[in-house]
């Protein structure tokens, strides 16, 4: 699978909007872009997942770069239970069944 | 049911104990997998099963020891384990891109995790 490309930490304030940037240069047209999340003493948790168009789910937002070598997951309003490392994750298309490979993650903490 | 049980939460070990880590879900998925996640590092893939065959193994060494009876199960068996290889073992599921209606996104969902300690 195509490599990803996150920041290692970021912080946010409680009640603001959190960006989180992936970039993934060497995308394919069939990679799907994942989004999962692991809060502290848990397993990973998936968050949303898209292909080409923007993607809204009840969790978060996702933003897909128009040449996919970038997106960016929109937490609209980060509460404490937010802090997590969130991984940015490409899946070929058809699941590969061993490819869920995990990259470093960024680190977010948020402060109240 | 939405979720992946692990069994035990916990589990202390000597180097020359057996034991073995338990892994179950009802969701219908056919794909199953073995994750270690080493303390403040991503979780690295062990074994994957598709249809209660190993389709991978990721070069993990014969101490551990993977064992699928049925499409809800999943066992990891553990002997003669070294302290190196004290962790969180993760067990997730998926649809297999074998299913009817397989999605192509392949979402996988983990337990909460085993944690290992080898003495």
């Known amino acids: 699978d195509a490599k990803t490309t996150q920041p290692n930490s970021m912080e946010s304030n409680e009640e603001e909007p959190v960006h989180l940037p992936c970039n993934h240069s060497?995308?394919?047209?069939?990679?799907?872009i994942h989004w999962y999340r692991q809060l502290p003493s848990q397993g990973p948790e998936y968050v949303i997942h898209?292909?080409?168009s923007n993607v809204n789910n009840r969790m978060a937002s996702l933003a897909i770069a128009e040449d996919r070598k970038s997106s960016t997951l929109i937490l609209h309003r980060a509460t404490l239970r937010d802090a997590a490392v969130y991984y940015c994750?490409?899946?070929?298309?058809?699941?590969?069944?061993?490819?869920?490979?995990f990259g470093k993650g960024t680190k977010l903490s948020v402060k109240p | 049911d939405t979720e992946v049980t692990q069994t035990p939460k916990h589990l202390v070990m000597g180097m020359t104990n057996k034991k073995s880590l338990k892994c179950e879900q009802h969701?219908?998925?056919?794909?199953m997998y073995w994750y270690k996640q080493k303390a403040k590092k991503p979780p690295e893939l062990m074994f994957v099963?598709?249809?209660?065959?190993?389709?991978i193994n990721e070069s993990v060494p014969s101490r551990f020891s993977p064992e699928c009876p049925n499409s809800s199960l999943l066992n990891l068996h553990l002997h003669a384990l070294q302290p190196e290889d004290s962790a969180l073992y993760l067990c997730?599921?998926?649809?297999?891109?074998?299913?009817?209606?397989?999605?192509?996104?392949?979402?996988?969902?983990f337990g909460a995790g085993s944690r290992l300690t080898v003495l």
């Open positions: 997730a599921s998926s649809q297999d891109s074998r299913d009817r209606g397989f999605s192509g996104a392949n979402v996988l969902t």
């Open positions: 994750i490409l899946r070929d298309f058809g699941g590969s069944q061993g490819n869920l490979i």
């Open positions: 099963y598709s249809y209660e065959k190993l389709s």
């Open positions: 060497t995308i394919s047209g069939t990679d799907y």
């Open positions: 969701m219908g998925h056919r794909a």
């Open positions: 898209g292909l080409t």
